[in-house]
C-alpha cells in the first residue's frame, strides 16, 4: 500500500542504496502504522535535477498510500526530511514532498485492488 519514491541528485553507492531503502521501508511502515510487508520504496540517485536554479544537494519525495491521513502531513513531512537530511545529507529546504491518498479500488496488488 505505501509506497515512497525518493529522487535525489546525490550520488549513493550500491549498498548505501541498499541500506537507505531498508531503513525508509521501517521508517514509512512505523509513520503511517501499515505492516512493512506492503511498503515499497524506490530510490533514485544521481537524477539530474535543480531547486531555485541551484543544483545543490536537493530530493523530491513521493509518498502514497491508501488511507493517508491529510491531518498528518505536516508530520510526515518533519519525519521524511529529517530522514533525507540523515540519509543523504539534503536540507529539509531543499527537499519537496508530495503527498497522495490512493483508493483501494485503484491501488493493484497480487493480481487484484485493495
Do not use: H
Not at 536554479?53 to 518533519?78: N, V
Not at 543523504?88 to 485503484?106: C, H, K, N, Q, S
Amino acid at each position: 500500500m505505501p509506497m515512497l519514491r525518493i529522487q535525489t541528485n546525490q550520488p549513493v553507492d550500491a549498498k548505501q542504496g541498499e541500506a537507505l531503502v531498508a531503513e525508509a521501508s521501517r521508517a514509512v511502515a512505523a509513520m503511517l502504522g501499515k505492516p512493512e510487508r506492503y511498503v515499497m520504496v524506490a530510490l533514485e540517485p544521481c537524477a539530474a535535477m535543480a531547486f531555485a536554479g541551484d543544483s545543490s544537494p536537493l530530493a523530491y519525495l513521493e509518498l502514497k498510500s491508501i488511507g493517508l491521513p491529510q491531518g498528518r502531513t505536516a508530520a510526515l513531512s518533519q519525519s521524511l526530511c529529517a530522514f533525507v537530511t540523515k540519509a543523504l545529507g539534503v536540507p529539509a529546504e531543499r527537499v519537496y514532498i508530495e503527498f497522495a491518498d490512493a483508493t483501494g479500488g485503484m491501488w493493484g496488488w497480487n493480481g487484484t485492488t485493495f
